[in-house]
């Protein structure tokens, strides 16, 4: 099993990578290969790894030559960020829409030369959705709920989710596509982007710092762990056609909790010390934003692949702590101040 | 009031012209030049008319000079038809969503210039919609149903739709998409289209000719004159950002008939001698692709706009043999035998 995983050294493409590897095996083949793509280097645990191998440069620029190269499955992670296409809008067509059809085009490519449709699993997300003028908003957003881009990002999600089913209609790849929601708690630095202080208000008071909050705690908004969103993607990886259900993206499993209870579990978990380190402080930029966010997300068709939300957001923090413990204690300084 | 009208020799395209000359008019103000830009030479009654001019070739090779030319507005109808964009895939990811994507390109770069954002109107299709294992089809299909495209035209379309969205959110045109129904009764010759005999059991029997009807009487289906699409294309024109409510496609509306009623309507209009040209000869390829078409449409948006289907089928027949009186009058000589 030959697995190619392009956006190899983001986040969840390394946490993709890991669970990979540690597993053995994708739909009961042993692994023999996992290729790395991402226009940065992949982390020294992976790239040492005798499986991997790393590929370091933009995907658009190495999709030629993976027309002459045959992988069993594909996970199609690249991508320019939400932030980065609202602000430089070529660069999220090129980084996205460009590079996922110069994708699709390489594998079917080897089609014509009568190789089997290559499976292919596209990392899409929840920005598909927004509210629009004609159509208010659902409390709940669910695979029948009418795809509304508030946002380039979103935009090109959805175009991309598009082109992935018309390819496999095609039978030019075996592809699915499964949408993520807000991947919390992210690890590193605030990254600017909008949704950045979901992670933010639980990473830096447990590293000792203080944290804005930039909305309003009733704010509710479906969020999950890397290691859901990573099983999630391999469960739609490893779903069969029929299982699968259609051609159309699924909406995997969130949390769908309110800012007040993440700061409640916060407290549960770290204690009122650590959690007296969120300070609310209304960005009017910010909130706007958020308020044409999904408060919540329905996932039948996920559920049906036997995939769950994490239990609770109390579980949530305690992965990421446990995460922490074993990558980077010093993310955990203020746990014990 | 400068227009350009892309797939100007068309059917639609033609007719759109002819109906915006004989307005004079604009969002009230005066037509001073359309110009028509087509793979194929205009007709040459629009051709020799002095405000138009027209221009020959395909839309991508021209999409570099619209950058130095204002318009007023755009109405971009060019479009690889459905049967050739399942036959050539390329041909249809071209003509359809790259020239859509230079076209927008090339009025964006006018805004960056700082020009206003050109109107345009993006003339979609209900090929966006079809049933999907995981949603099955509605009885009608209307602006909130989820759309599921089940050809890389209707793929095609849809990808241009929310191209069109985005580029007006970003402020880079003033954009609306309508989609339109089968237009119905097309002049001219059978054309290989699966969609082909809804025109040609009128217009072969008006005609003197026998028609092949390969799909069951009871099939219903949304269709319309070509005059009732381009009054919808002039009206979603016209409407102001706020009459159009959304940035989301509308459906103009459209006859939800049965064959069967066609076929009764033929004979009310042109006698039973007419409706006996019309010969029942199932084609199971026809007919599976037909089930996965809609079998009405639900337009309440359009209805806001002040739009409204035929009145009766008996009257898309009248209309188009007012037509053929006047442009060619042996297209009827079936009428009169």
């Known amino acids: 099993m030959k697995i190619l995983i392009t956006g190899g050294a983001g986040f969840v493409g390394s946490r993709l990578a890991r669970s990979l590897l540690a597993r053995g095996t994708l739909c009961g083949r042993n692994l023999s290969r996992i290729v790395l793509t991402d226009q940065f280097p992949a982390r020294e645990e992976l790239a040492s790894h005798p499986l991997v191998e790393v590929r370091t440069g933009p995907l658009l620029a190495q999709c030629e030559a993976l027309r002459d190269e045959a992988f069993d499955a594909v996970f199609h992670l690249a991508s320019a960020v939400s932030g980065e296409c609202e602000t430089d809008f070529d660069l999220g067509l090129r980084s996205n829409l460009d590079s996922t059809r110069a994708l699709l085009d390489a594998l079917r490519h080897r089609v014509a030369g009568g190789a089997a449709p290559t499976r292919l699993v596209f990392s899409s997300s929840i920005a598909v959705f927004g509210p629009d003028a004609a159509y208010p908003f659902p409390t709940e957003v669910g695979d029948d709920t009418l795809p509304m881009p508030q946002t380039s990002y979103g935009t090109q999600k959805l175009i991309c989710e598009h082109l992935v089913a018309d390819y496999t209609r095609k039978g030019y790849i075996d592809g699915r596509a499964a949408r993520l929601v807000t991947v919390t708690v992210r690890p590193g630095r605030p990254n600017g982007a909008a949704s950045s202080f979901f992670s933010g208000i639980i990473r830096e008071p447990l590293a000792g710092e203080e944290a804005i909050l930039p909305v309003d705690a009733t704010v509710q908004h479906p969020v999950g762990t890397v290691q859901r969103m990573v ?21 995997l499993p969130g949390l769908n909790v309110t800012v007040q209870q993440m700061l409640d579990a916060l407290e549960a978990v770290a204690g009122p010390k650590v959690r007296a380190r969120v300070k ?51 993310a955990l300084k203020g746990l014990d101040s």
């Open 231 to 251: 099983d999630g993607l391999i469960a739609v990886a490893e779903a069969s056609r029929e299982a699968f259900v259609g051609r159309s993206a699924i909406t």
């Open 280 to 330: 609310p402080q209304r960005d009017e930029r910010i909130a706007g934003i958020v308020a044409n966010w999904p408060r919540g997300v329905r996932t039948a068709r996920a559920h049906a692949l036997g995939l769950q939300a994490d239990a609770s957001f109390e579980d949530v923090i305690r992965e990421y702590i446990e995460d922490c413990r074993r990558d980077n204690p010093a």
